[in-house]
């Protein structure tokens, strides 16, 4: 069984800054992409940003440079950086582990995070 555990959401006035952590627990040997996506009210869930083992990262076109994607391979969790916030990125922000293996062999695809709220507001 694999969990992943959001933290960080939160209110925030746009400009500001907030950082996401999500942690995976379950007896876990490796996990090659970890990502975040989002979903605001009344669309349909997007990719915000990925990363591989290897460190290799991705953007969706309307969080580049502003947003930072890290992992700690060691302690299987995954951040995200938040900066120059914009009301535009109210959403629920989901954390997702895909291609999973655990100790003993056991594979997982797209495990998803229960997620957490970021609401940016004046």
């Known amino acids: 069984q694999v969990q992943l555990v959001e933290s960080g959401g939160g209110l925030v006035q746009p400009g500001g800054s907030l950082r996401l952590s999500c942690a995976a627990s379950g007896s876990i040997f490796s996990i090659v992409v970890m990502g975040w996506y989002r979903q605001a009210p009344g669309k349909q869930r997007e990719l915000v940003a990925t990363i591989a083992t290897s460190g290799s990262t991705s953007y969706a076109d309307s969080v580049q440079g502003r947003f930072t994607i890290s992992r700690d391979n060691v302690k299987n969790t995954v951040y995200l950086q938040m900066n120059s916030l914009k009301p535009e990125d109210t959403a629920v922000y989901y954390c997702?582990?895909?291609?999973?293996?655990?100790?003993?062999?056991?594979?997982?695809?797209?495990?998803w995070g229960q997620g957490t709220l970021v609401f940016v507001s004046s």
């Open positions: 997702n582990a895909d291609r999973v293996t655990v100790v003993g062999g056991g594979r997982f695809r797209e495990v």
